[in-house]
T-cell receptor, first 111, second 115 residues
Framework: GQQVMQIPQYQHVQEGEDFTTYCNSS?????IQWYKQRPGGHPVFLIQ?????EVKKQKRLTFQFGEAKKNSSLHITATQTTDVGTYFC???????????FGTGTRLKVLA | ETGVTQSPTHLIKTRGQQVTLRCSSQ?????VSWYQQALGQGPQFIFQ???????GRGNFPPRFSGLQFPNYSSELNVNALELDDSALYLC??????????????FGEGSWLTVV
């Protein structure tokens, strides 16, 4: 079936270090969204990427969508303790209204 | 604050019972989706409603059903509850047009425990 895998599953970094999570889909996606979920909270929309090869930046966060529209990445520069949480990608399966969430990457930032 | 509210926030049900979860979407949002999120996992797509019609469904059995109402509220109904149905149920609303893929706003979720 359709799957979206994320790596790594967990990442512990020292405050100030960079962090990257990767998302890989078994099928082509029409678009991909990224979410952040704090412990005990709900997913919060961060950004959406639609075009092949698209790169978007939000302050210290850089998002990329692969040329084949099957993979994506989120890179955080100089992490802060406020970046703690689980980051999910969610890909929209081409030709459907269905979003498949990735397995998530739990980020812990050590002060 | 996403403008999406869900109720109840927590509930406990017995195996075999039925449950109804409610969601009030952002005003004007014509699309609502429901997700199931088990502890430590990503949200799993249950189904989506667009203008009161189901237009997409994930790998969930028919005992998961839903309704969307003209006043931007919706319901998720689960019959014959099983222990594995214990999870956080998330409602998400968006405004979809000819080009789908707009921002999705999640509610805070309803924690369901089946005992």
């Amino acid at each position: 079936g359709q799957q979206v895998m994320q790596i790594p599953q967990y990442q512990h970094v020292q405050e100030g270090e960079d962090f990257t999570t990767y998302c890989n889909s078994s099928t082509t996606l029409s678009n991909i969204q990224w979410y952040k979920q704090r412990p005990g909270g709900h997913p919060v929309f961060l950004i959406q990427l639609v075009k092949s090869g698209e790169v978007k930046k939000q302050k210290r966060l850089t998002f990329q969508f692969g040329e084949a529209k099957k993979n994506s990445s989120l890179h955080i520069t100089a992490t802060q303790t406020t970046d703690v949480g689980t980051y999910f990608c969610a890909g929209r399966v081409s030709g459907t209204y269905k979003y498949i969430f990735g397995t998530g990457t739990r980020l812990k930032v050590l002060a | 604050e996403t403008g999406v509210t869900q109720s109840p926030t927590h509930l406990i049900k017995t195996r075999g019972q039925q449950v109804t979860l409610r969601c009030s979407s952002q005003s004007g949002h014509n699309t609502v989706s429901w997700y199931q999120q088990a502890l430590g996992q990503g949200p799993q797509f249950i189904f989506q409603y667009y203008r009161e019609e189901e237009n997409g469904r994930g790998n969930f059995p028919p005992r998961f059903s839903g309704l969307q109402f003209p006043n931007y509220s919706s319901e998720l109904n689960v019959n014959a509850l099983e222990l594995d149905d214990s999870a956080l149920y998330l409602c998400a609303s968006s405004l979809e047009g000819p080009t789908p893929g707009n921002t999705i706003y999640f509610g805070e979720g309803s924690w369901l425990t089946v005992v």
